[in-house]
């Protein structure tokens, strides 16, 4: 198999991935590729490691929620996109059975509305919050609203725990984790913008500070 200048070859001692995402790693690689990024440039502005990067392109390894997201916005997609979830035609209605839940490291998402949209819609069962948690920075705004349980939502310095009916509206921009303030999880609906800049890309980092490149 090619590979593009720097790029790793799959680790043949990560094992068998789970295949709960099984569009996801032939549409990571085949993305990157076509937007002429090598394994360790794409990883960099996403925070990841080219090895990880490598083991989800291979499907070793299964992105999270805001790794997915992450990653959409570096190749100018959607997390639908990455699904493999491109209808021939767009329906305006989201029928609730038709909508299949994703769970990716403790995180349970389905899709609340269209694909191939600027605006992206997801419910979503969100974990217990640590410490480790992902610190995200990206351009464009996002609005969530607590439908059960208690959500934990970083902003910058600040800390806000938002109970079932609050909502939270933010400029992206700013530093921020979200994650439950219970064991038990908290399910929200969540609705972000897809929107790209040449000076600020999601970052992440295992619990450090976000990086703006």
Request: hydrophobic share 40%; with cysteine; glycine share 12%.
């Amino acid at each position: 198999m090619d590979h593009l200048p720097g790029e790793h070859s799959p680790d043949p001692a990560a094992g068998d991935a789970p295949a709960v995402l099984p569009d996801v790693a032939p549409q990571l690689r085949g993305l990157r590729r076509r937007r002429g990024l090598t394994l360790e440039a794409a990883a960099q502005r996403a925070g990841l490691s080219p090895a990880h990067l490598s083991r989800l392109e291979t499907g070793h390894r299964q992105p999270s929620l805001p790794m997915l997201l992450a990653l959409a916005r570096i190749y100018g997609t959607t997390v639908s996109a990455l699904l493999g979830e491109v209808p021939a035609e767009r329906d305006p209605i989201v029928r609730a059975g038709r909508s299949e839940p994703v769970e990716a490291d403790g995180w349970t998402y389905r899709q609340a509305g269209g694909p191939g949209r600027a605006l992206q819609a997801l419910r979503v069962h969100v974990p217990y919050a640590t410490r480790t948690d992902i610190v995200r920075v990206h351009p464009g705004e996002e609005w969530l609203h607590v439908l059960d349980g208690r959500v934990r939502l970083a902003l910058g310095d600040s800390v806000h725990v938002l109970d079932p009916g609050d909502s939270a509206h933010f400029d992206s921009l700013t530093p921020h984790r979200i994650g439950a303030a219970g064991r038990g999880g908290a399910e929200l609906l969540f609705v972000h913008t897809l929107m790209q800049s040449p000076v600020a890309e999601l970052c992440l980092g295992d619990g450090g500070a976000p990086h703006l490149h």
